[in-house]
């Protein structure tokens, strides 16, 4: 089953004409994710042609869900109109907005994230990869690429992922994957403060997967989110967890790259984060070079 | 983004947040114009930098304190004279110390009491907090281990925003009871239509002080802002001071690069702020200590790549560098070719471990090895981090 994404899963991008979101949308369907529309406001009427593929554009998303049955949007908006961007997914009620825009002000999330709570709509990211789950054939081809990930480092598998960074997520999928381990599906929750879906929130669908099996969750420096959800699955979480956080050597009170990784007021540190995955029973991966190895051993010691 | 007090004060002004009158100058006669203005009080001069301790500092032509308390208008100026074009030296400035180009004058107020006011981003909530606390002058984070009971949290709603009632709840709060009320919630109505209005992330005014006459004055504060939202912050932008910040961190955010200068001697050039984190962490795992923290973000391009070999080797400190790409997406031919070229232009002569991954990797390996430079290879992560400590070591 995966988890908020299947290979049939039929999305729609926002922001599709633009350079990095017209990009995306080829790496997406040259996967052979089922991108059915593109909204771009005036270029209503217009179609995104690639190889054979022709996506139809529209001028809101509302229309575009309709004509095309969409139910996930990703959007790739500029900063500026982004979190408008997101608004106009959860006004056309969808299932899933995948934000992989970076540098939104924090003012307008929290504004956002207001108007999520009475909504149908969960929201990932902002500043996230996105997500993907594998497909079957070559290279996981065929699989729901939604966002910025390379699809082809993929494996169909049963592992979960969950990470507030992409290029630790690409990492931890690579070292899967190469050593015969596939995915079920990898989340990238994103870098900022303020974001739609949190690790918590992930474990939980892992946890409910029947086809996950067992998950690596990565997390960095800033927030208490890493803690919080180390908290309920030490308690709640039947499948097996490695945890890798990032962040141990980065100094107090600067801010990481991404907006949410700074430690501040003594809040958010590495080791903090390190010490309640470990109370919670989770098994944190020394570096970040032995994710995988972590878990393995993680599953093969509960056998 | 840090800002001067003085502009700290600016901003006050215009918000309407009661603050000790004052005005800042760049000569020594405008210190006494400002001084003059502010009439025959004792008054307080401050040379601005960024960095703390500035009271205990020293400049470097002799003259001792970076504040000083005087009685006129011409003590002022001579004051301002002495510290104004001199290089400062504190406990946090670094030994290099900091050049003063302006000082703060303001009327020095006596205290009664002094307390604490704040409000930030609550990422667990989502929302704006106010942190209020009759603990004030101290650092609010001891106090909050110390004696929780004397920290208020008082959560905003993030649509409706800081409504009248909260404002007198806290007043009662912190005691400010009487004629005191109604300049605490115009102080704390304004202080929060400040925060919102100019995207902050928090503002901390530490201490916040009644003076024995019976004002309640923001004394000092502490601004962070959002970065993301300087494009639509212009009067935020431009009270931005280059000259504060390490002159590596300006030149790499000029070619859109993130950079952050440690003291270690290994230099790390990595793809993603995340892995470039996780990058510093492993080399600190082997035993080395990483330079810097530098992410030269999702698509590279070669001319990137050379501006971050010139910013990473203009440390003196720096004695090895590792690149650790995962070009998922990226054509590592293309990083490699990039690398080359950076190695060349600079004349490296300091041990390179390159770690690529991803698409085109076998292309990429090739024209590093065929490069006829001396660049170690590594087969991963763990690999390319215990392969840049040894050669470091061994050099």
């Given at each position: 089953m995966a988890i908020l994404v299947t290979p049939q899963t039929r999305i729609l991008i926002q922001g599709i004409t633009g350079d990095f979101g017209s990009r995306h949308a080829k790496l997406s369907l040259e996967y052979g994710?089922?991108?059915v529309a593109g909204v771009t406001p005036g270029k209503g009427g217009q179609s995104f042609d690639h190889q054979t593929h022709k996506v139809p554009i529209y001028d809101t998303v509302g229309e575009a869900a309709r004509q095309s049955g969409a139910t996930v949007a990703v959007v790739f908006v500029p900063p500026p109109f982004a979190a408008d961007a997101i608004l106009e997914g959860v006004d056309a009620g969808l299932d899933l907005v995948v934000a992989i825009t970076e540098g939104i002000p924090v003012n307008d999330m929290v504004r956002v994230k207001h108007a999520l709570r009475d909504s149908r709509t969960r929201l990932i990211g902002p500043n996230c990869p996105g997500l993907v789950t594998p497909?079957?054939?070559?290279?996981?081809?065929?699989g729901c690429r939604i966002?910025?990930?390379?699809?082809?480092i993929h494996k169909k598998g049963s592992i979960g992922v969950v990470s507030r960074s992409g290029t630790l997520t690409y990492e931890a999928v690579w070292q899967l994957t190469t050593r015969g381990y596939g995915q079920s599906t990898c989340v990238g929750?994103?870098?900022?403060?303020?974001?739609?879906?949190?690790h918590l929130d992930v474990l939980k669908m892992f946890n409910d997967?029947?086809?996950?099996e067992a998950i690596i969750m990565i997390g960095e420096i800033g927030g208490t989110a890493e803690e919080e959800a180390a908290a309920w699955a030490g308690q709640n979480c039947k499948k097996p967890i490695a945890a890798f956080i990032a962040g141990a050597t980065a100094p107090p009170g600067?801010?990481?790259?991404?907006?949410?990784?700074i430690v501040s007021g003594?809040?958010?540190?590495a080791a903090g984060k390190i010490a309640a995955l470990e109370q919670a029973g989770i098994a944190v991966s020394p570096?970040?070079?032995?994710m995988a190895d972590t878990l393995l051993r993680v599953i093969s010691e509960k056998r | 983004m840090n800002i001067h007090e003085y502009q700290a004060r600016e901003l006050f002004e215009k918000f309407g947040v009661a603050t000790p009158p004052g005005g800042a100058a760049t000569t020594p006669e405008q210190a006494l114009e400002v001084a003059k203005r502010l009439g025959g009080k004792t008054l307080v001069v401050k040379a601005q930098?960024?960095?703390?301790?500035r009271g205990k500092g020293t400049f470097k032509?002799?003259?001792?304190?970076g504040v000083h308390l005087c009685n006129s208008a011409d003590e002022a100026g001579k004051l301002a004279s002495q510290m104004l074009g001199q290089v400062l030296v504190t406990h946090q400035t670094g030994p290099d110390g900091k050049q003063v180009n302006q000082v703060l004058i303001a009327e020095a107020v006596d205290i009664a009491r002094e307390l604490y006011f704040a409000v930030l981003l609550d990422r667990a909530t989502s929302a704006p907090v106010i942190i209020a606390s009759t603990?004030?002058?101290?650092d609010i984070e001891e106090v909050a281990e110390?004696?929780?009971?004397k920290i208020l949290r008082e959560p905003i709603h993030p649509?409706?925003?800081?409504q009248a009632y909260q404002t007198r709840k806290i007043a009662a709060a912190l005691g400010l009871t009487g004629p005191l009320m109604s300049q605490a919630t115009k102080l704390f109505t304004a202080l929060f239509r400040l925060f919102m209005a100019r995207d902050c992330s928090q503002i901390e005014v530490n201490p916040l002080v009644v003076t024995p006459d019976g004002r309640l004055l923001a004394l000092d504060a502490k601004f962070n802002f959002d970065d993301n939202a300087l494009y639509r912050q212009p009067e935020i932008a431009a009270?931005?001071?280059?000259?504060?910040?390490d002159p590596r961190e300006v030149a790499a955010s000029e070619f859109n690069l993130n950079y952050i200068g440690l003291d270690g001697n290994i230099a790390c050039l990595v793809n993603g702020a995340g892995l470039a984190m996780a990058t510093m962490d492993i080399i600190q795992h082997y035993g080395g200590k990483p330079a810097n923290f530098l992410d030269v973000g999702g698509g590279a391009s070669k001319d990137q790549v050379a501006s971050a070999f010139r910013i990473i080797l203009?440390?003196?400190?720096?004695e090895g560098i590792l690149v650790n790409i995962f070009g998922g997406i990226m054509d590592c031919n293309v990083i490699a070719t990039g690398i080359i070229a950076a190695a060349r232009e600079t004349g490296l002569k300091i041990p390179l471990v390159v770690r690529l991954e991803g698409n085109n990797v076998a292309a990429g390996k090739q024209t590093l090895s065929e490069s006829g430079l001396t660049i170690i290879g590594a087969s991963d992560l763990a690999d390319a981090a215990q392969k840049i400590v040894q050669a470091v070591k061994n050099a």
């Open positions: 994710t089922q991108v497909g079957e054939g070559p290279q996981s081809h065929g966002g910025i990930a390379p699809g082809y929750i994103g870098g900022d403060p303020v974001n739609g879906t949190s997967d029947p086809e996950t600067r801010r990481m790259g991404h907006a949410g990784a003594g809040q958010g540190t570096t970040p070079a032995a | 930098i960024h960095a703390g301790g032509n002799g003259f001792k304190g603990a004030g002058g101290m110390h004696s929780p009971e649509v409706l925003g800081l009270l931005r001071d280059k000259s504060e910040e203009s440390d003196p400190h720096v």
